[in-house]
């Protein structure tokens, strides 16, 4: 065999030796590669299951306390129905008021209703006993042909005015109703402050009660 038919062959032998070792360090890159995307894929799948267990623990957290805050809203509500307080007052007067003097106090003595005892026939007063929203109503009559001037007083001050005209029809009556937001211990009368003073005690009342107690603090004055 010639020489350079010797060297031909070399030649294609190392070229075929180079193929072969750079086709197996291309299979042995792509196995790395192939090696490397599953062990990111199994990370991503781990992530995604931990995530999955923290978000069905704060769901779980979550129920628990939707069903606590339900739980205490309705067992707030019991307490605040067991704990409310019946509060009314209804009564009339039981003799004319004649000569009285500047800003009586109108009692009404003749006492129908006190649930509570909120209503004092000694002295007029009305005193909160619970701070709330309160309903009050008075009804006034004068007589023989004389004139009145009455309002409905939260503490010291007149908080409405009836104004009756006897004088000019003999008899004359009217009716009023308001509501406060009162605080405990406030005090609600109706007081006589001008007029001929004379008043027809069968036909002249006074009632008051408790519309919605409040659990809060609330200042005192009509709203209504």
């Known amino acids: 065999m010639s020489e350079m038919v010797l060297t031909i062959l070399s030649v294609c032998l190392l070229q075929g030796l180079f193929i072969t ?5 291309n299979v042995r890159n792509e196995a790395s590669t192939l090696e490397l995307l599953l062990e990111k ?6 992530q995604q299951r931990k995530y999955e267990e923290v978000n ?3 769901e779980l957290e979550i129920q628990m306390l939707k ?3 339900l739980e205490d809203k309705g067992q707030n509500l019991r307490t605040r129905r067991e704990n409310e307080n019946p509060i009314a007052f209804y009564g009339k007067m039981m003799n004319v008021h ?4 500047q800003n009586p106090i109108l009692k009404f003595n003749n006492v129908v209703t006190n649930i509570g005892d909120p209503y004092s026939q000694h002295n007029g007063l009305f005193i909160v006993p619970v701070s709330g929203i309160y309903v009050f109503s008075t009804t006034v009559m004068t007589e023989t042909d004389s004139d ?3 309002g409905i007083y939260v503490n010291d001050v007149r908080m409405t005015n ?3 005209y006897g004088s000019e029809h003999r008899y004359d009556t009217m009716s009023q109703t308001a509501v406060f937001q009162l605080q405990k211990y406030d005090t609600v009368s109706v007081r ?5 003073q004379i008043l027809h005690y069968d036909y002249t009342s006074f009632s008051g009660f408790l519309l919605q107690e409040d659990y809060g603090q609330m200042q005192g004055g009509i709203i209504g």
């Open 98 to 101: 004649t000569n009285v003097s």
């Open 21 to 25: 070792k750079t086709a197996s360090e």
């Open 192 to 196: 006589h402050y001008e007029g001929t």
């Open 67 to 69: 069903g606590q805050i």
């Open 162 to 164: 009836v104004k009756l």
């Open 148 to 150: 009145a001037h009455v």
């Open 41 to 46: 894929v199994e990370h991503l799948e781990a």
């Open 56 to 58: 069905r623990m704060q």
